[in-house]
């Protein structure tokens, strides 16, 4: 079993920044491909992709978050991270970590608000 802390979450005027981190238990987040998701306000069970790191490093993101947002990750501390840059009232929301493994089943985290409001 795989647990998933994400923390940095916050209140930020547009324009500011924030880096998320996500944290995972047991010696196998390397394995996984890890993305970043975002629940809207309003959008109950609806998470879109905001951004995922695969095991080789490569990187994909959302048209909404290329050129602001950078995905990384730290497989020593188990650590995945979103930093977050030139914030916008449209990404407001809950930000979930998810780790993804083709044979093996997703592990999501508790996920952490993000508010973006002057």
């Known amino acids: 079993q795989v647990q998933l802390v994400e923390s940095g979450g916050g209140l930020v005027p547009p324009g500011g920044s924030l880096r998320l981190s996500c944290v995972a238990s047991?010696?196998?987040?390397?394995?996984?491909?890890m993305g970043w998701y975002r629940q809207a306000p309003g959008k109950q069970r609806q998470r879109e992709l905001v951004?995922?790191?695969?095991?080789?490093?490569?990187?994909n993101y959302a048209d909404s978050s290329k050129g602001r947002f950078t995905i990384s990750r730290d497989n020593a501390k188990n650590t995945g991270y979103l930093q977050m840059n030139s914030l916008k009232l449209e990404d407001t929301g809950v930000y979930y970590c998810n780790l993804h493994h083709p044979s093996l089943v997703d592990y999501w985290g508790q996920g952490t608000q993000v508010t973006v409001s002057s």
């Open positions: 951004a995922v790191i695969r095991t080789d490093g490569s990187t």
């Open positions: 047991g010696r196998i987040f390397s394995i996984y491909d």
